[in-house]
């Protein structure tokens, strides 16, 4: 049923929203982490009294705000990218999908942005009490903002909470909490914050690293140095222990994107976990494998069997694994019957519309097969999953270790010594970024052929429109964020160079 769609229109379209997300999250995970950050930082200030706290807390509130204010504009064209480019997706689950978005924008963005003014503004204005609640305000309301999209992303990975009724060709939500408590949105919310507050962490001891390079601002720099390491390392481990906890979801509901961020063709008892390895022709060349890890990380059982490609696309009886197959044939069986069931509709055939919704009803599970014809397009693209994948956990105990190191070093007062340690941190940012990225490219591609899982393939929920328009705005959108992102590296690296106002740190 693919075979009537514009591909051309699909392909830009997932381009224009790929362009728009990547550019939105280089300023969202800084804007997360440095509000605990700066939070932190002026709790001290307000418990100790020291001036310099309170100068080095402006200061990380200072590049804290150019982030902030060029973030919003990504976010707010993603938002509306929706109605534009995905209207059909729009329609099918906008009951459900709009609830989160909304709150989001009535709740934690409206947290954020009224205390947001009292934070920069409020210096000696109001008490320092008051101020450190308003930058605590604003921090959790960020974190709150992410909440709120994080689930609405988790939704789309595991629908759950809703049915879709067959008389309004919607999908409505049956029940708020279970949308909201599913255990795919609790984790891959918890992740995606720890590993914003990790990437936060390694900006602060990257930039107090250039200081002490350049010899200056070694208090701010040191100070800064240990609040950001303590905080990174914390969040690093959560980030990993979340992780866990996000694999062993995907296991469960998203088997194809378990098989793809593993590279495993063919399903198997007690499987492996490729700690490295090279991917060849459909197989893993020169691994290192620890072996059983696989199954006791997605299944919690040393000896369980983990579906692969192969089985995924051909079935395995064995193991009770419906073939894509099979789950076409009834996905396109739910389709007809809902065919059907408008017309028995609007004949007013109400014996024909009971047995008609028995049978959609029966085979709805499957629907979003019923769109495809080509078995194996239910894999998302293996090398790339399988590579961002790795790339990501590789760099994630690469930081817990940096952190460790760099801590170790500052409570030692042996950092402004480790002039390679510097060095290595401020490289270890754009690392940082890497890490990020590969994440959200094993959650989003990883998820492929499905806009919604199982429910609604990529393919079938654009727009009606044409794809050259697309196309157009792609290229306005490109020039345009890239203008912007150049604007913001240049804004920061001259407040970097000014350095914070005031004192005679050296």
């Known amino acids: 049923m693919i075979d009537n769609i514009d591909i051309s229109l699909v ?92 709150i989001e924008g009535i709740m934690a963005f409206f947290l954020e942005s009224t205390f947001i003014a009292v934070m920069f503004f409020g210096w000696n204005k109001v008490s320092k009490k008051f101020h450190l609640l308003s930058s605590w305000l604003v921090a959790f309301g960020a974190s709150l903002s992410a909440l709120w999209i994080l689930v609405a992303n988790a939704w789309m990975q595991y629908p759950i909470g809703m049915h879709f009724n067959p008389e309004t060709a919607r999908s409505e939500m049956l029940d708020f909490w279970q949308v909201l408590f599913s255990p795919v ?51 690093s481990l959560f980030t990993a222990y979340t992780g866990d906890g996000s694999a062993y979801n995907v296991a469960q509901k998203q088997p194809a994107k378990l098989v793809a961020m593993e590279g495993l063709y063919d399903g198997e008892k007690g499987a492996g976990l490729i700690a490295f390895g090279i991917f060849k022709d459909e197989k893993i060349s020169m691994k290192i494998e620890i072996p059983k890890m696989l199954s006791i990380l997605g299944y919690r059982n040393a000896e369980a069997f983990v579906p692969g490609v192969n089985d995924l696309v051909n079935g395995n009886k064995e193991n009770n694994i419906v073939s894509a197959t099979e789950k076409i044939n009834q996905g396109k069986i739910a389709i007809e019957a809902l065919a059907k069931f408008k017309r028995a509709k609007k004949e007013n055939n109400k014996p024909l519309q009971d047995s008609l919704r028995k049978v959609f009803e029966e085979n709805y599970k499957y629907i979003g097969y019923g769109y495809l014809n080509d078995p194996k397009s239910i894999i998302p693209n293996v090398p790339m999953t399988y590579y961002s994948f790795h790339t990501m956990v590789g760099l994630g105990f690469y930081f817990i270790f940096f952190f460790l190191l760099v801590l170790y070093f500052a409570i030692k007062q042996k950092l402004e010594n480790k002039k390679l340690l510097l060095r290595i941190g401020i490289l270890s940012f754009p690392l940082a970024f890497i890490a990020s990225m590969a994440g959200w490219i094993v959650a989003e591609v990883g998820r492929q052929p499905w806009a919604i899982q199982d429910l609604l393939p990529t393919a079938v929920a654009t727009s009606n429109i044409d794809a050259s328009a697309v196309m157009i705005t792609f290229v306005l959108f490109a020039v345009l964020f890239t203008v912007l992102l150049i604007a913001e590296i240049k804004i920061m690296v001259s407040q970097i160079k000014s350095g914070p106002k005031g004192g005679n740190n050296v």
């Open 11 to 102: 392909d830009w379209s997932r381009a224009q929203f790929a362009l728009t997300a990547m550019y939105h999250w280089l300023f969202v995970p800084l804007t997360l982490g440095l509000t605990f950050i700066i939070a932190i930082i002026e709790t001290i200030y307000v418990r100790t009294g020291d001036e310099e706290w309170k100068r080095i807390t402006k200061f990380w509130m200072k590049l804290f705000g150019i982030n902030f204010a060029i973030g919003v504009a990504t976010g707010i064209i993603l938002e509306f990218e929706f109605g534009t480019n995905w209207s059909n997706y729009s329609w099918y689950v906008g009951d459900i999908f709009g609830a989160p978005l909304a």
């Open 185 to 235: 949105a609790a984790n891959k919310f918890l992740h995606t914050i720890f590993s914003s507050y990790m990437l936060a962490s390694v900006f602060v001891i990257a930039i107090s690293g250039w200081y002490l390079l350049k010899r200056r601002e070694k208090l701010l720099s040191l100070r800064s140095i240990v609040i950001a390491a303590t905080f990174g390392l914390i969040t």
